[in-house]
């Protein structure tokens, strides 16, 4: 004989602590959190754009380290208030469909729908930009366009649901947190935890979740930053994403008399080898490097500056510049760099590294550095720069 579970019902989930005054205090920050990756998300994808048709500044130089780590951290802060909101409402989901009023039906079709888009856009865009932090990417879609698209929907489904839940929102929040005016009446059971218990709880573990990832955009909390995927170690002492293995740049490409630098403007071109960069004028700059996985770190760059190398072709006043890598895999390896990254006397062909010539896996021959410019877009292993037509 087959047994079948009873339907949960919302008479059956009876703690006190699912209640609307302790979801409504959750939801502000969760809704903090939320707009911070979102805003912050914006401006890491317009970074990335080809075009720009507001120029992305290059100042100040740590601009995008900032915004970038905000992103990251508001992303993992997140990830508890997210599952403590989820776990005060979750009753709601059995809530009896009201079938004799049309204005309250409309009203809680609305409220569903926009539950289910903003759980399941939530959801995505959490899991998949920690994974995208790790570097792992077990699916075939491309994430940037994929988690970019998909933050509109998040942000437009929370938009609706607060508008729909306003009215108890604002009624929870203006009272007590005991307040039981908005209880379901099931809602009467004691906990462990008081509700204020239950907040200050939430609020430690999304603190401990930003202690435990922030060392990768803030130095001096590497130490207890357990999870930050990087915390400074790498080649030279900056972290790389991407080793020349991996991007398949072999030492036999960048050797002496293999390797030159292609400077192309229209019809006029110049060949430069690696003897002929370190011939001209040096420029030392301390610059950060910051990538999109939320990581950055600051470090002393010399080397030529790019706005002296287009000049060498008649390429004035800051145009756009196409950058070629050498790699082999991966992607990035063509990128674009805008009239103002070029006309900025900090934007280096970088040839060394805190003092050190750069190691392979750093770009050697050479590399650009840039004012506040996603970590993607400083191409290593650099083999020609061509004014863009």
Not at 103 to 117: D, K, P, T, Y
Not at 214 to 243: C, E, H, K
Not at 285 to 305: D, F, K, M, Q
Request: overall charge neutral; glycine content about 8%.
């Amino acid at each position: 004989m087959t047994r079948t579970l009873p339907v949960p019902t919302e008479e059956r989930f009876t703690s006190r602590l699912r209640s609307p005054a302790v979801a409504a205090r959750i939801g502000v920050w969760l809704a903090v959190a939320f707009t911070t990756c979102f805003v912050t998300g914006l401006i890491s994808h317009y970074a990335q754009n080809v075009d720009h048709p507001v120029p992305f500044p290059t100042s100040p130089a740590w601009g995008y380290r900032v915004t970038q780590g905000l992103h990251v951290i508001s992303g993992y802060a997140a990830v508890p208030l997210l599952l403590v909101k989820l776990w005060t409402v979750f009753p709601r989901l059995f809530q009896a469909v009201p079938l004799g009023d049309l204005r309250r039906l409309v009203l809680h079709g609305l409220e569903r729908v926009s539950i289910a888009v903003l759980v399941g856009a939530a959801l995505f865009q959490l899991v998949s930009g920690i994974m995208n932090a790790a570097q792992w990417y077990p699916w075939s879609f491309s994430f940037r366009p994929s988690h970019y698209a998909m933050a509109w929907v998040a942000i437009g489904a929370l938009l609706v649901h607060v508008a729909v839940k306003l009215p108890v929102i604002r009624d929870a929040l203006l009272g007590d947190v005991e307040d039981t005016t908005h209880d379901r009446p099931s809602a009467t059971r004691e906990g462990a935890l008081s509700r204020r218990g239950l907040l200050r709880t939430t609020w430690a573990a999304a603190g401990v979740a930003v202690l435990a990832t922030a060392g990768g955009s803030v130095a001096w909390l590497r130490q207890v930053s357990v999870l930050a995927v990087r915390t400074g170690d790498g080649p030279q002492g900056i972290p790389i994403n991407r080793s020349a293995e991996a991007a398949g740049v072999t030492t036999a490409a960048v050797a002496p008399g293999a390797y030159a630098l292609e400077l192309v403007n229209g019809a006029t071109s110049l060949t430069l080898d690696r003897a002929d960069l370190e011939a001209m004028t040096q420029h030392t700059e301390e610059l950060p490097i910051a990538c999109v996985e939320g990581w950055s770190a600051t470090a002393t760059w010399t080397g030529v500056r790019v706005s002296e190398l287009m000049a060498l072709v008649d390429a004035t006043g800051g145009p756009d510049v196409v950058v070629t890598s050498l790699q082999r895999f991966g992607a990035f390896s063509t990128t674009m760099m805008q009239g103002g990254f070029v006309e900025d006397d900090r934007t280096l062909l970088a040839l060394r590294l805190n003092g050190e010539e750069l190691s392979l896996d750093h770009g050697f021959p050479c590399r650009v550095i840039a004012p506040n410019r996603p970590g993607v877009l400083q191409t290593k292993w650099v083999t020609r720069l061509e004014v863009s037509t």
